[in-house]
C-alpha cells in the first residue's frame, strides 16, 4: 500500500536489516530496540491490525508464530525465554498501520506492560 512504511521495507524502498525472509513474511531489526534483541515481523502483503484479520487470512498469524520461533532460536533466545507483542489501535500503542507482531529478547520483561 503507498505510503505505509512498513509495505515499503518489503518492497526494499526503504532499507532495514533483514533477519528472515519467506514468500509471506518478513522479519527485521527496529529501528529503534527496547530489548537486546528486537525484530518486527510482517506479512508482506498489507493487513491493517489485528482488527482487519478475518477467517480468509488469519493462517498469517499462526505462520507469524511460527517464524518467530524460528528467528528466536537463531538468535539465541528460545532457551531463556522471550516476548512476542501485537500493539493494536490507539489505546494499545499502535503506531505503525501494518499489522506486525514485536519478537522481545535477552532481558527480563516486566508486567504488567505500560
Ligand atoms: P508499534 O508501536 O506500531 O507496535 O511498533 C512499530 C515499531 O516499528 C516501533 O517499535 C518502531 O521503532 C518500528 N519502526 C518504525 N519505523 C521503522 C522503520 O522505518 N524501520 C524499522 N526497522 N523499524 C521501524
Ligand atoms: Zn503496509
Request: hydrophobic share 40%; proline share 6%.
Amino acid at each position: 500500500m503507498m505510503n505505509c512504511i512498513f509495505c515499503k521495507i518489503v518492497e526494499g524502498t526503504i532499507p532495514s536489516q533483514k533477519v528472515y525472509e519467506d514468500e509471506k513474511v518478513v522479519g527485521f531489526k527496529d529501528i529503534s530496540p527496547v530489548a537486546p534483541v528486537h525484530i518486527i515481523i510482517i506479512p508482506k502483503h498489507h493487513i491493517e491490525s489485528v482488527m482487519e484479520v478475518d477467517e480468509n487470512n488469519a493462517d498469517i498469524v499462526s505462520h507469524i508464530i511460527l517464524v518467530a520461533k524460528k528467528i528466536a532460536k537463531e538468535l539465541g533466545i528460545s532457551e531463556k525465554g522471550f516476548r512476542i507483542v501485537n500493539n493494536c489501535g490507539k489505546e494499545g500503542g499502535q503506531t505503525v498501520p501494518h499489522l506486525h507482531f514485536h519478537l522481545l529478547g535477552g532481558r527480563d520483561m516486566q508486567w504488567p506492560p505500560g
